[in-house]
Structures are given as structure tokens and as C-alpha cells.
């Protein structure tokens, strides 16, 4: 009687469920989001506003709702029913919601690191699918990536968070370069043109960060720094 099937809902205990599931990741209410999991909810079933329950769990700063969604694939692969057409729905970490913002997206936004720091620990994880494994890279629609974000914000604590992912990550699963769509500007540019010293340095000391990457304006990170060409806020 529990099970849930996005978009097509059997009984009104199923509907009544996924409200309750609803609610407490928007609350925080990490027991009743336990429970409603094992009772085969549907992980990626969307509220109607079209908030994926991850998005609305990190954007509130809810790091125990999160750990436990997050976690949900792996309780399947210890019980092997990760397969089958009765086996519960894998998670899409990377589900935006309607403006286009994913749950690391809201994390950083919302300056919750104990939520960053759940999310990055899915960057590279093996055995799970391919929608479960976090993309720190992602490019929201405004052209930023949210490791843009932290260092044009000067958030030290969630650079060194994405710093540390990305020394433990495989195959550069995060990339400390990555560059907006528009202007081609990398972290260490954004940090540089808002006068953010520690994360400059900390950028400058993690392996494989390009100190002297060109934007699409030629400009290095230290001719933008030296000048003020700073990146508007999207």
C-alpha cells in the first residue's frame, strides 16, 4: 500500500505518504523520512511547486534529511534490490528544480556546509547509478558552476570543502578550473577579482589549479584581480 510511482499514484494512502514525505524534507524530520523511504516512497517524487525533495532538504539546511536521501541507494545495494521493476527509485542528486538549481547548488547558496559536505562525499562513489553520483561541474543556466559562486563570495570554508573533495575524488571528478559559459572565467579569476586572499592561496596551493588560465578576454586571474574586472552576480 505504500508504493509510489511518480506520476501515478494507486491509493489515497499513497497520496497521503508522499505528502507526509514531502513535508518532512521540507521540515527536517530525518526519522519520518526514514521511515517513509523504507516504506518504498518514491525518492525523487516532486512537490507542486516541481522542488525535488533533495533541493528542498538543502536549500532548508536539513544535513540528516540529505544524508539519509543520499544514502538511500546504498541501503538498496546492500539488500541487492537495486534492479527489478519493484525496486525503489535511485536518486537523481543532480535534479534541479524549476529555476534550474540543484541541491548543491541551494547548499552553497544557502551557505550549509554540513550539507556540501554530504553532497561532495557522492562525487565518486563506484556501484552506484550513473544519476546518483553527485556533478560538482554543473553549470546552472547563468553560467555558474557553484564552486563559482563560493569564491565570488569570498565563502572560504566551502572552498576548502570542494578542495578537499577534489584531492579525494578520482579522475578530476571536481574541477577546480571549470569555467563559466559566459567569459570563460575560472574559480581563481572570481577570487582574485574580489580581493579574496586566503581563497587565492588556497586555490594556488591545491594540485592542478591553472594560475595562469586565460579568460575569454585573455585575462589572467591576477590582470582580472589587478584591474576589478569582477564578475556580476547572476
Known amino acids: 500500500a505504500y508504493e509510489i510511482s511518480l506520476g501515478l499514484v494507486g491509493s489515497e494512502m499513497c497520496i497521503r505518504d508522499r505528502h507526509r514525505f ?24 516532486p512537490n507542486g511547486a516541481g522542488w525535488p525533495p533533495l533541493v528542498s532538504a538543502s536549500m532548508g539546511g536539513h544535513a540528516p534529511v540529505v544524508q539519509a536521501l543520499v544514502e538511500h541507494n546504498d541501503h538498496n545495494n546492500d539488500d541487492g534490490n537495486i534492479a527489478g521493476p519493484a ?4 536518486l537523481d542528486i ?16 544557502a551557505d550549509r556546509a554540513d550539507v556540501v559536505e554530504v553532497l561532495l562525499s557522492r562525487v565518486s562513489i563506484g556501484g552506484l547509478p550513473a544519476a546518483s553520483v553527485l ?3 554543473r553549470l546552472h543556466a547563468n553560467g555558474y558552476a557553484p564552486l563559482h559562486n563560493i569564491c565570488r563570495r569570498g565563502r572560504q570554508h566551502l ?22 559559459s559566459r567569459g570563460g572565467t575560472t574559480p581563481l579569476h572570481l577570487a582574485c577579482a574580489g580581493g579574496f586572499v586566503d581563497i587565492v592561496h588556497s586555490l594556488l596551493a ?13 585575462r589572467n586571474a591576477f590582470l582580472k584581480g589587478a584591474t576589478g574586472c569582477g564578475a556580476t552576480a547572476a
Open 87 to 90: 525496486a525503489p527509485a535511485a
Open 159 to 180: 572552498c576548502d570543502l570542494f578542495l578537499t573533495a577534489a584531492a579525494a575524488a578520482a579522475d578530476d571528478a571536481v574541477d577546480l578550473n571549470v569555467r563559466t
Open 94 to 109: 543532480n535534479a534541479p528544480n524549476p529555476a534550474g538549481y540543484t541541491a548543491l547548488d541551494c547548499a552553497c547558496h
Open 206 to 218: 591545491a594540485p592542478g589549479v591553472d594560475a595562469m588560465a586565460y579568460d575569454d578576454f585573455e
Open 135 to 137: 556533478d560538482p561541474n
Open 22 to 45: 514531502l513535508f518532512a524534507c521540507r521540515r527536517g524530520l530525518a526519522l519520518q523520512v526514514v521511515q517513509l523511504l523504507e516504506a518504498k516512497v518514491n525518492v525523487n517524487t
